[in-house]
């Protein structure tokens, strides 16, 4: 894909649940405020004080920028990635050592590079809800 750069740009605007632009090409790209932390923590405020800037999409306020290729990149749907992405504090290898499961064959999973099977699939899940009981256990 060709480098995207500010001078590509026909619109850019904020909705509800995401960062938008248009490319004077016609091409619509959208990036999900709740995968940025610091997005997600904004004021609609601060979220609307953005300008394209060179190769991205920057917000005064928040000191924060997105690159305008990831507008436009493809993006995976990993839910086992998305669950140690939105929350950092799980550490993957405790997870993995937990499961009994090889740390790099889990690493594979959470970055999108191996599918787990069905069982295995079940096995994750279920060991991220137990660990989800364990905790309101522990601050009930």
């Known amino acids: 894909m060709n480098e995207i750069s500010e001078k590509d740009v026909k619109k850019l605007w904020v909705e509800k649940d995401a960062v938008c632009v248009e490319l004077k090409d016609g091409r619509i790209g959208r990036e ?3 995968d940025y932390e610091p997005l997600r923590k904004a004021t609609r405020k601060q979220l609307e004080n ?3 800037d060179c190769d991205g999409v920057w917000f005064d306020d928040l000191d924060e920028g ?8 493809p993006k995976k749907t990993n839910p086992i990635g998305r669950v140690f992405w939105l929350f950092p504090e799980l550490n993957a290898s405790a997870f993995a050592r937990r499961l009994g499961i090889p740390q790099p064959l889990f690493a594979a999973y959470v970055n999108g ?3 787990p099977s069905s069982a295995r699939k079940k096995l994750i899940d ?3 809800r137990r660990i989800g009981r364990e905790l309101l256990k522990t601050v009930a």
Do not use: A, N
Not at 66 to 73: I, V
């Open 32 to 34: 999900l405020i709740r």
């Open 50 to 52: 953005c300008r394209v």
């Open 66 to 73: 997105l690159e305008l290729s990831g507008f436009f990149s």
């Open 126 to 128: 279920d060991e991220l």
């Open 113 to 115: 590079t191996k599918k």
